[in-house]
């Protein structure tokens, strides 16, 4: 079973930096797709970014894109997502998940629900 956690949350001040790391571990296939996800206080869960296993694809939410950076390390099965310049906005609990299989994160935002697999989250506090 296809098992992954996040983890690198904490308090930041606005502006700052903040990485996250992603575990995963369990695929069935070669190939995967891994998405992070936010659901802000009283917000639904939102999809953020994805990267493929081969890390060719990748995908950035407006709201994120040109401040976050996402990466692999599929050696070590790990994918990272670097928060820079981050605001008040970005305040949430952050969770990652997998689409075993998937090769390519074009589609992300519209399929982004169908990933699974969902870790315990980690909160990330950014404070102005």
């Known amino acids: 079973d296809v098992q992954l956690q996040a983890s690198g949350g904490g308090l930041v001040q606005a502006g700052g930096s903040l990485r996250l790391s992603c575990a995963a571990s369990?695929?069935?296939?070669?190939?995967?797709?891994i998405g992070w996800f936010r659901q802000a206080p009283g917000k639904e869960r939102e999809p953020i970014s994805c990267?493929?296993?081969?890390?060719?694809?990748?995908y950035y939410e407006p709201s994120v894109k040109g401040r976050f950076t996402i990466s692999n390390d599929k050696a070590k099965n790990m994918v990272y997502l670097q928060m820079n310049s981050v605001q008040a906005e970005d305040t949430g609990v952050y969770y990652c998940?997998?689409?075993?299989?998937?090769?390519?994160?074009?589609?992300?935002?519209?399929?982004?629900?169908?990933?699974?697999?969902w870790g315990q989250g980690t909160l990330v506090t950014v404070s102005s």
């Open positions: 369990g695929f069935t296939f070669v190939d995967y797709a």
């Open positions: 990267i493929t296993s081969s890390g060719g694809s990748t």
């Open positions: 998940a997998a689409d075993d299989g998937g090769i390519s994160c074009h589609d992300f935002h519209h399929v982004w629900f169908t990933y699974g697999n």
